[in-house]
C-alpha cells in the first residue's frame, strides 16, 4: 500500500509547479530590500562584494526552491530507479 502511495506522489509532484505570483512577489520585494540597502551605502569594494555575494546567495536560494519543485526534471534530478527496481521486483 505504502508503495501504491509514493508512486502516485511521484504522479503527482510530476505535475506541481511553484506558483509564479509567489516567485514575482518573492523577486519584487528581494529587490525592494537591496535597493533600500544600497541607497546610503557608500560606494567602495567592501560594500560592492557584500552586495554581490548577498545576491549571488539569494539567487542561488530562489534557484533551489525552484529545482526541487520539478525533483524527476530539471538541472538537479532525483533518481527514480530505486522506486521503478522495487516496482519491478513486486510486478506491477
Known amino acids: ?22 516567485i514575482l512577489a518573492l523577486i519584487f520585494w ?12 557608500p560606494l567602495n569594494a567592501t560594500v560592492f562584494t557584500g552586495f554581490f555575494v548577498s545576491a549571488l546567495s539569494v539567487s542561488g536560494a530562489l534557484f ?15 533518481s527514480s530507479v530505486p522506486l521503478r527496481t522495487a516496482l519491478a521486483q513486486l510486478g506491477k
Open 64 to 78: 533551489l526552491i525552484v529545482e526541487m519543485y520539478s525533483p524527476y526534471v530539471g538541472l538537479l534530478q532525483m
Open 30 to 41: 528581494l529587490m525592494a530590500l537591496f535597493i533600500s540597502f544600497g541607497l546610503f551605502a
Open 1 to 22: 500500500m505504502d508503495l501504491t502511495e509514493t508512486r502516485w506522489l511521484m504522479w503527482e509532484q510530476l505535475s506541481t509547479s511553484i506558483s509564479m505570483p509567489l
